[in-house]
């Protein structure tokens, strides 16, 4: 152990021989007493300047471990009080990527022969007052929301080059369609005609584009799904993201390691 704490204190005593062949070297040099003097305060120095950074690097680790300890308390406590279900492979036809990382879940599949369908999904990015309820303790008005998610659906025919895409609106229960728009499929224009506001169309016109989309799979129920799968991957994401963070502050320095160590 001695040996390893001399060749960590080399630089140290390195910088004293170097200073002392300058001092030999100096045509004006002083007498062995005044450069010992000399190389005493220097030393002194050393010590005090590592002192002050060991003390702060255990300042620095004490507050790191408190981040830890906080991080790891969380990532448990989300383990235990919420038990997450084995994500689906597939619903309606749709295979599902969750895209972990990521802020959108894509589903993707073929409609008979010629149709690829892609469907871009948001996380919760919106919300709508919903009807009030009574908490059941003394009366009282509770105001409740209901969550918004964002899909783009993505018509792709075999051998045109033209994309139709729906924007639409998922509530816990029902679908919204926002927008129809025919886009190309490799170039997009930097000002796309995006179509009249869907509620502007004929309501004949606009029952037979929820059929339209019903046929291929993008109904209420898909609504469902993606609102309980919503819900699953924001708490997924958190807690990778608590692990990450956690794994990022573990991580030390090699000159942090070898400050610690060389005082210990």
């Known amino acids: 152990m001695a040996v390893i704490r001399t060749l960590r204190r080399t630089p140290t005593l390195l910088h004293q021989s170097r200073t002392l062949i ?32 060991y003390v702060s690097e255990m300042r620095r680790s004490a507050v790191e471990s408190n981040v830890l300890r906080l991080l790891r308390n969380e990532i448990q406590y989300e383990r235990d009080c ?56 003394g009366g009282q008005v509770v105001e409740e929301v209901m969550m918004h998610i964002t899909l783009i659906v993505s018509i792709f025919k075999e051998g045109l080059d033209d994309v139709v895409e729906f924007v639409c609106s998922a509530w816990p229960d029902a679908l919204d369609i926002d927008k129809v728009y025919v886009r190309a499929r490799r170039v997009v224009p930097c000002k796309l005609y995006m179509g009249p506001l869907f509620k502007e169309l004929d309501e004949k016109l606009q029952d037979s584009l929820f059929d339209f989309l019903e046929a291929r799979g993008i109904d ?28 990022f502050i573990e991580t030390k320095s090699h000159d942090s390691e070898a400050l610690v160590a060389g005082h210990s």
């Open 22 to 53: 300058e001092l030999l070297q100096s045509p004006n040099h002083s007498t062995p007493s005044s450069i010992l003097a000399h190389l005493n305060r220097t030393s002194e120095d050393n010590q005090t300047q590592s002192r002050r950074n």
């Open 220 to 247: 209420d129920s898909l609504c469902s799904f993606l609102h309980k799968s919503a819900k699953e991957k924001e708490r997924t994401e958190y807690i990778r993201w608590l692990g990450i963070v956690k794994s």
């Open 82 to 137: 919420f038990s997450l279900e084995l994500p689906v492979a597939e619903i309606n036809g749709f295979s599902v990527d969750r895209r972990p990382g990521e802020q959108w879940i894509r589903l993707e599949k073929k409609f008979r022969e010629k149709e690829e369908i892609k469907v871009e999904v948001t996380m919760f990015d919106g919300s709508a007052p919903a009807a009030q309820s009574h908490d059941g303790k």
